[in-house]
Nanobody, 122 residues
Framework: VQLVESGGGLVQTGGSLRLACAAS????????IGWFRQAPGKEREGVSCIVNIDGSTYYADSVKGRFTISSDHAKNTVYLQMNDLKPEDTAVYYCAADRNRLGTLIPWYDYWGQGTQVTVSS
């Protein structure tokens, strides 16, 4: 099982980034993919999730209206479009896979990527 994040970088406040999570080694449609982030000195928190079997989505309150999660089954890839970025969005972003459940409870997630850094300058 492998999850590989990409798309992170440095952006100014109000800017946009699109993160990608490429999955392999398991049946993509049987899993939910979640995005999490961890800022320096803070606990890892759930950002968004998509359940691949039915397309249902979840967003943390802090990103609702700014972030959009989507899934490309042909490419086994989940995207996180991040708009109107703020300095408080600065963190390492991780994707993870869980059996098809909607939510971002960290203990649910069996497989994790290595993370990609997102830095938002003020």
């Amino acid at each position: 099982v492998q999850l590989v994040e990409s798309g992170g970088g440095l952006v100014q406040t109000g800017g946009s980034l699109r993160l990608a999570c490429a999955a392999s080694g398991f049946t993509f449609g049987d899993y939910a993919i979640g995005w999490f982030r961890q800022a320096p000195g803070k606990e890892r928190e759930g950002v968004s999730c998509i359940v691949n079997i039915d397309g249902s989505t979840y967003y943390a309150d802090s990103v609702k209206g700014r972030f959009t999660i989507s899934s490309d089954h042909a490419k086994n890839t989940v995207y996180l479009q991040m708009n109107d970025l703020k300095p408080e969005d600065t963190a390492v972003y991780y994707c993870a896979a869980d059996r098809n459940r909607l939510g971002t409870l960290i203990p649910w997630y069996d497989y994790w990527g290595q993370g990609t850094q997102v830095t938002v300058s003020s």
